[in-house]
């Protein structure tokens, strides 16, 4: 069993940078694929990145060479640092496995992208 605890959201100025961490309990977390996702109001939960366990990554067109996934395996941390952030970054972020497990999804972190 594995819980996630996403952090390090909050509000930044256009062209500003953010670094999240999502905490994970569980000795399985090595195993994991993981994967960063957010989700704006009334629309649905879209993919951001994904990390292989051996750490190889995946971006999502609107994020490549903005954004960038890494996982510490002796943290049991995923993180990902998101630099030229911009308005249409706005959304609620959140880490899970990938394929995503419902059981996984914690409270995710809000980021704010505004003047």
């Known amino acids: 069993q594995v819980q996630l605890a996403e952090s390090g959201g909050g509000l930044v100025q256009p062209g500003g940078s953010l670094r999240l961490s999502c905490a994970a309990s569980?000795?399985?977390?090595?195993?994991?694929?993981m994967a960063w996702y957010r989700q704006v109001p009334g629309k649905e939960r879209d993919l951001v990145a994904t990390?292989?366990?051996?750490?190889?990554?995946y971006y999502a067109d609107a994020m490549k060479g903005r954004f960038t996934i890494s996982r510490d395996n002796a943290k049991n941390t995923l993180y990902l640092q998101m630099n030229s952030l911009q308005p249409e970054d706005t959304a609620v972020y959140y880490c899970?496995?990938?394929?995503?497990?419902?059981?996984?999804w914690g409270q995710g972190t809000q980021v704010t992208v505004s003047s």
């Open positions: 990390i292989t366990q051996g750490g190889s990554t």
């Open positions: 569980g000795s399985i977390f090595k195993s994991l694929r």
């Open positions: 899970n496995a990938l394929p995503a497990l419902q059981k996984y």
